[in-house]
């Protein structure tokens, strides 16, 4: 019994990806995606700013 045999294998090397090279229809495709997304955050941003949306309810007294 070596030292190794035991425990874990090394993992195998992932292939280098290779550099994708982006026409105009992805850029303006990936700026679109990019502004949705800070509009998505301002709006949550927005959201969470203000009270709870539910403020009225069954108040239940301290009494039995």
């Known amino acids: 019994m070596s030292g190794r045999e035991g ?3 090394k993992p195998l090397k992932a ?3 290779e550099s994708k090279v ?3 229809d992805d850029r303006a495709f990936k700026q679109k995606q990019k502004e ?3 509009a998505l955050a301002e ?3 927005k ?3 203000k009270g709870p949306l539910v403020t009225g309810g069954i108040k239940k007294s ?3």
Do not use: R, V, W, Y
Request: no cysteine; aromatic share 0%.
């Open 62 to 64: 301290g009494k039995k």
């Open 15 to 17: 292939p280098k990806k």
């Open 7 to 9: 425990g874990k294998k």
């Open 22 to 24: 982006l026409d105009e």
């Open 47 to 49: 959201a969470s700013q």
């Open 36 to 38: 949705q997304q800070k």
């Open 43 to 45: 709006a949550a941003k």
